[in-house]
Structure formats: C-alpha cells, structure tokens
C-alpha cells in the first residue's frame, strides 16, 4: 500500500478492475490510503 499521487496512475488501477471477462460479474477497490479524498470532484 502507497498513496497514488498521479491522477493518471488512479485510474489505470480503477481501470484494471472494470475489465470484462467471461464470469466477472463486479469488482471491489478497497480504497485504505484516502486517494478518493485527493481527487474528489465536488461537482
């Protein structure tokens, strides 16, 4: 565990998680380092 700085690198790791592939019905990010607080958008 780190904390992602990049907002590039944040989403290549959300991105890993919503490929598709025969029997994937979900995904889960377990989210321990706050990076949803570094980007958040408000809107």
Known sequence: ???VKPMIE???IV???VRRFEGK???TVDEFV???EHFN???
Do not use: I, L, S
């Open 1 to 3: 565990m780190r904390p």
């Open 10 to 12: 944040f989403k290549q």
């Open 25 to 27: 019905d979900f995904f």
């Open 34 to 36: 706050k990076a949803y």
């Open 41 to 43: 958008d408000p809107e």
């Open 15 to 17: 991105g890993r998680g």
